[in-house]
């Protein structure tokens, strides 16, 4: 990488919606070992109740494996249990005003979809990275409609253009073992995987081909 990045480059987990937080936990560990830098605690569906439980203990692991953590939707959880940032999407907080209310020092992702314009205007909010995707046919979001491999390239340009650190490329939907590196070539920072990783048979063994993917590139 040509500029130091704001959110870790590598190998960025996405958590499956299991209610099991022993299952989940274990997964984590078995992708930390594997290689995982950055791990997103993502559970739509789940009550206030669980989410807290569930974001309470992922945090303690992630801190203790130094592996950078960052709630999906939800800021006030996010501060409230010192997770390290949040992630934003179209139907989310505007990032300007979470970036207002969270302070400097929390990462920030924005989902931007197949749209560097939309990156282009976050760039000002002091986001961490901007992810793009679906990347290819997800397994985890089936109706996202799939982005082109360009995008990547025009969002790392954008991300270049910015003094160091700088904001880091993401990409999202559809990546595993099979198309990892693609990914990377085409100018990705971090891909950010959910059933290609944590549904596969080997967690940990996954995560070591996934990362060695970046490594490669």
């Known amino acids: 990488m040509t500029a130091q990045l704001k959110f870790p480059a590598g190998l960025y987990g996405v958590t499956p919606e299991w209610d099991d937080v022993s299952r989940l936990e274990d997964a984590v560990r078995a992708a930390a070992r594997g290689g995982m830098r950055a791990l997103q605690l993502r559970h ?86 901007i992810a793009f995707g679906a990347m290819f046919a997800s397994k985890t979001k089936q109706q996202a409609p799939v982005a082109p491999l360009s995008v990547l390239q025009a969002g790392r340009e954008i991300c270049l253009a910015q003094s160091a650190p700088r904001p880091a490329v993401v990409a999202i939907g559809g990546i595993d073992t099979s198309n990892a590196q693609q990914i990377f070539t085409a100018g990705a920072d971090s891909i950010a995987v959910v059933a290609g990783l944590f549904l596969a048979e080997n967690i940990e063994q996954t995560a070591r081909i996934l990362s060695n993917s970046f490594s490669i590139h």
């Open 44 to 129: 739509k569906t789940a009550d206030a109740a669980l989410r807290l439980k569930l974001a309470s203990r992922i945090s303690e692991v992630c801190k203790e494996l130094n592996i950078v953590f960052l709630i999906n939707d939800d800021w006030r959880l996010a501060k409230e249990i010192g997770a390290d940032g949040v992630h934003l999407g179209r139907d989310d907080d505007a990032p300007e005003l979470v970036r207002n209310a969270i302070g400097p020092d929390m990462l920030i992702g924005v989902s931007c979809y197949a749209d560097p314009v939309r990156a282009q205007s976050f760039i000002a909010c002091d986001v961490s990275y």
